[in-house]
């Protein structure tokens, strides 16, 4: 398993997180990766559950020095990132790792580990439908949900860059379809 990975990538809303955290209860040898942010934590956010919390001088440090796989400056201020030290953590347990990241993470990821990866998009049925799920899970604003809507149509365009795309329309469906994409890669020598 050690040398293998999992790219779940899609615009928010469409079911990435759902999809992934099923896959995680399926497979004791799939392990979640932690990025590094530069943002403070929020709410119950603890350090190394959620991301590694580095101060903004901390991460471009890291940057200089090579440390990370990828990284992105998402928001103004404020960078996201894969450390080499975390894949090294995870693949040295025997582990498969899985990315749960935005588009662009999952294609820079992607491009990184090639053939050892596997990278999925998880497509909502509809732009309508990314709207209703939004809303119905009422962690965003209605300023946020627009923005996120706005950046979704953008992020809908990277799609065949992805080795493989998952419609997320009824969910059952989707959890085995994306069960037999990891389990078909993990057999995989
Ligand atoms: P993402 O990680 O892509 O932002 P989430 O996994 O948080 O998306 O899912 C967004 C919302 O949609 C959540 O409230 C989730 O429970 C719900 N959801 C996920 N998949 C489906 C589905 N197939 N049908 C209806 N609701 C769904
Ligand atoms: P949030 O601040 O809401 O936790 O995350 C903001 C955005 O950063 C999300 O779109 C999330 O997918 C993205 N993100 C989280 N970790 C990484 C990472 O390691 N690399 C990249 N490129 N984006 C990330």
Do not use: C
């Not at 400056?73 to 990315?99: D, N, P």
Request: aromatic share 10%; hydrophobic share 35%.
């Amino acid at each position: 398993m050690a040398g293998k990975v999992l790219i779940f990538s899609a615009p928010s809303g469409s079911g990435k997180s759902t999809i992934v955290n099923h896959i995680l209860g399926l497979h004791p040898d799939v392990e979640f990766s932690v990025s590094a942010t530069s943002r403070p934590p929020r709410g119950q956010e603890r350090d190394g559950r959620e991301y590694y919390f580095l101060s903004e001088e901390e991460f471009r440090r890291r940057i200089s020095a090579g440390e990370f796989v990828e990284y992105e400056e998402v928001y103004a201020g404020s960078f996201y990132g894969t450390l080499k030290s975390e894949v090294e953590r995870i693949w040295g347990k025997g582990h498969a790792i899985i990315f749960d990241v935005d588009v662009k993470g999952g294609v820079n990821l992607k491009k990184y580990f090639g053939g050892s990866a596997m990278s999925v998009f998880v497509q909502a049925p509809s732009v309508e439908e990314l709207r209703r799920r939004l809303e119905a899970r009422k962690t965003d604003s209605a300023e946020s949900i627009e923005r996120r809507i706005a950046k979704a149509r953008e992020e809908m365009t990277f799609a065949p860059q992805f080795d493989h795309i998952l419609v997320n329309d009824e969910l059952e469906k989707a959890f085995s379809e994306a069960e037999s994409l990891v389990s078909t890669f993990l057999r995989k020598p």
